[in-house]
């Protein structure tokens, strides 16, 4: 599914100017109004830092900054809905085997990248959610045919 194919509210508008082409991944089961974004830029305004290179949210920074020419739509990877647990549940989920822990950075994280190392001026391809878990499950040597 395409980000252009969501119904957003009209002060969203802008959102899909900039990142409308992009594939609109799921961030998760919950909070499916919420639209966030996953990319590299470690300054932009509104975003957490996820891990060493991977960030989280900073969404209209994220439109400012594309249409300034300094990055490019497929810098990020847009997001609907959220993940979350309870204070512990999250743990006990790991600990009853519902989870693989996996120490992930950016390049497993973040659309694979061609050209530059860094977020800014990269060309980034997405990559499909399948290929991701093959990957995944490749790394932490569990079989491929648990997809």
Do not use: C
Request: charged fraction near 15%; aromatic fraction near 6%; avoid cysteine.
């Amino acid at each position: 599914m395409k980000l252009s194919e969501v119904q957003l509210s009209d002060t969203a508008k802008g959102i899909v100017d900039v990142f409308g082409s992009q594939r609109l991944q799921l961030g998760g089961p919950v909070h499916m109004e919420t639209l966030t974004l996953l990319h590299a830029f470690s300054g932009l305004a509104g975003a957490q830092k996820v891990t060493e290179g991977v960030y989280y949210g900073g969404l209209p920074a994220a439109v400012d900054l594309v249409r300034s020419g300094l990055a490019k739509p497929e810098d990020f990877s847009v997001m609907l809905g959220l993940s979350g647990w309870a204070p512990g549940q999250l743990e006990q989920e790991v600990i009853a085997g519902s989870w693989y822990v996996v120490a992930a950075g950016q390049n497993l994280v973040l659309p694979h990248k061609q050209g530059a190392v860094n977020g800014a001026g990269s060309k980034r391809q997405s990559r499909a959610p399948d290929a991701l878990w093959r990957q995944v499950l490749q790394l932490i040597g569990k079989p491929v045919k648990a997809v």
